[in-house]
């Protein structure tokens, strides 16, 4: 069975991975389709220079290309000849191709955003996780770091698709505010992101945590902060 992790906006096929189980698929049609599937997902997601992901025009093209290969390959399966829990699997495969084909041809990821969530909206939730030793610190600083980025990339997407006239109305947009000021503080210690380095994981040594709260002090307030406060003059 698929395990699918969320991806907001992204393509949900780059995420189905080796946990689709080849154990259980018996097609060799589709364990090849599913090699490639993962191998173009570790390529696509294990670079460490992007933690959070690219998220440009060109990679969704490059996404897109992808799987429009993977539902043309899958299309020349005869479906017929599948035992059932491969047809099922080969059905799953299918529906999730096809979902990321109109979401880009539907340009659906130029615009990043629901009326409950967004591209900075689901962010913070990456401060609500279990810091208990230092590489779990180290991966968290990383994620900060890299938001700048982040969000430049997609406001890039948000600019382009209001010259497409894909965009949420401006009602819904209105409500936003509350999702960016919070987040713009004058005390880096009561930011929601540096909740992380409030307390010292047992873990974690003495040395080890002064360097590294005071990295977070200054990713959330070089970093963080003043990223809010671009995206609310965006809005």
Request: hydrophobic share 35%.
């Amino acid at each position: 069975m698929i395990r699918k992790t969320y991806l907001l906006f992204g393509f949900s096929l780059l995420i189905v991975t080796a946990s689709f189980s080849q154990k259980g698929v018996h097609s060799d049609e589709l364990k090849k389709i599913l090699t490639g599937i993962e191998e173009f997902d570790r390529k696509e997601y294990s670079n460490d220079s992007f933690p959070l992901g690219r998220n440009t025009e060109d990679d969704f093209q490059r996404r897109y290309l992808f799987s429009k290969t993977i539902q043309s390959e899958l299309q020349k399966i005869d479906s017929s000849k599948l035992n059932f829990d491969d047809w099922i699997s080969w059905q799953l495969l299918l529906f999730i191709t096809d979902d990321d084909v109109q979401e880009y041809e539907l340009k659906r990821y130029l615009n990043p955003l629901l009326s409950d969530q967004g591209f900075h909206i689901s962010f913070p939730g990456r401060a609500s996780g279990n810091f208990l030793n230092k590489n779990a610190l180290v991966s968290y600083l990383k994620v900060l770091n890299d938001f700048p980025r982040y969000v430049y990339e997609h406001l890039g997407l948000m600019r382009r698709g209001l010259k497409e006239g894909v965009s949420q109305p401006a009602l819904i947009i209105q409500g936003f505010a509350a999702t960016y000021n919070q987040h713009i503080v004058d005390d880096i210690t009561q930011s929601f992101f540096y909740r992380p380095f409030r307390n010292k994981p047992s873990q974690v040594n003495d040395k080890d945590w002064d360097s590294i709260k005071t990295a977070g002090k200054i990713a959330v307030e070089k970093n963080i902060i003043p990223q809010y406060k671009r995206i609310k003059k965006f809005f």
